[in-house]
């Protein structure tokens, strides 16, 4: 089955600066990369998503990129507000198909330094 | 309207007990997942059912059951809880089997004491 590994599991960045989060994904067949942030006591939300047909994919000041070769994709956020902070998700799946769903990473607390 | 419903919030429990979570979605999806969320943070699906039909079981003990009675609801049931069990489980759902984006819960938060 797919394993994606995250990194890190905490990042500190001071407000205005960037954040990246990083992935990797084990499965070449897995061809969706979804982003979900976790807000404490909440649900997770789909912040981003990226299919294997495109390379980067940009909202605002969250972009996503991928690199099929290699296997890995990183979640970009720029110029961070105090509300970035959270449980940031990276995932991955065979859309439409597979055996396994939707297969989460370990998460990453981002937290946003005043 | 909330567009995935959990009930209970919370569940505070006797280790031994048997319990239940219920899920609704109102999307009209076919597809409808439970995951467990445990202390770590780490999310890992236990059950999926599309249209009905289990379509993923991974190796979870066999004392907790899945029922789902029309698409629209996936609930879940606990036998002989551990204390292993506690953890937040979510609800969620997608559109069709394993597409796009997945919508979750409000999660239910599970205590074995």
């Known amino acids: 089955g797919e394993n994606v590994e995250q990194h890190p599991s905490t990042l500190s960045v001071q407000e205005g600066d960037s954040a990246v989060i990083k992935c990797t994904y084990s499965?070449?067949?897995?061809?969706?990369f979804p982003w979900y942030k976790q807000e404490l006591g909440k649900r997770p939300q789909l912040i981003i998503d990226?299919?294997?047909?495109?390379g980067e994919k940009k909202d605002q000041r969250i972009a996503v990129t991928l690199n099929k070769t290699a296997k890995h994709f990183s979640l970009h956020i720029t110029e961070t507000q105090p509300e970035d902070s959270a449980v940031y998700f990276c995932?991955?799946?065979?859309?439409?198909?597979?055996?396994?769903?939707?297969?989460f990473g370990k998460g990453t607390h981002l937290i946003i330094q005043p | 309207d909330t567009a995935v419903s959990q009930t209970p919030k919370y569940l505070v429990t006797q280790m031994g007990n048997d319990k239940s979570i219920k899920c609704e979605q109102n999307?009209?999806?076919?597809?409808m997942y439970w995951y467990k969320q445990d202390s770590k943070k780490f999310l890992k699906i236990m059950f999926s059912?599309?249209?009905?039909?289990?379509?993923i079981n991974e190796t979870v003990p066999n004392r907790f059951s899945p029922k789902s009675p029309d698409k629209a609801h996936l609930n879940l049931h606990i036998n002989s809880l551990e204390l292993g069990d506690s953890a937040v489980y979510f609800c969620?759902?997608?559109?069709?089997?394993?597409?796009?984006?997945?919508?979750f819960g409000e999660g239910s938060r599970l205590t074995v004491l």
């Open positions: 499965d070449s067949a897995s061809n969706y």
């Open positions: 999307l009209g999806h076919d597809t």
């Open positions: 059912y599309n249209n009905k039909e289990l379509i």
């Open positions: 995932a991955a799946s065979t859309e439409g198909g597979g055996a396994d769903g939707l297969t």
């Open positions: 969620a759902s997608s559109q069709d089997w394993n597409t796009g984006e997945l919508f």
């Open positions: 990226i299919r294997s047909n495109v």
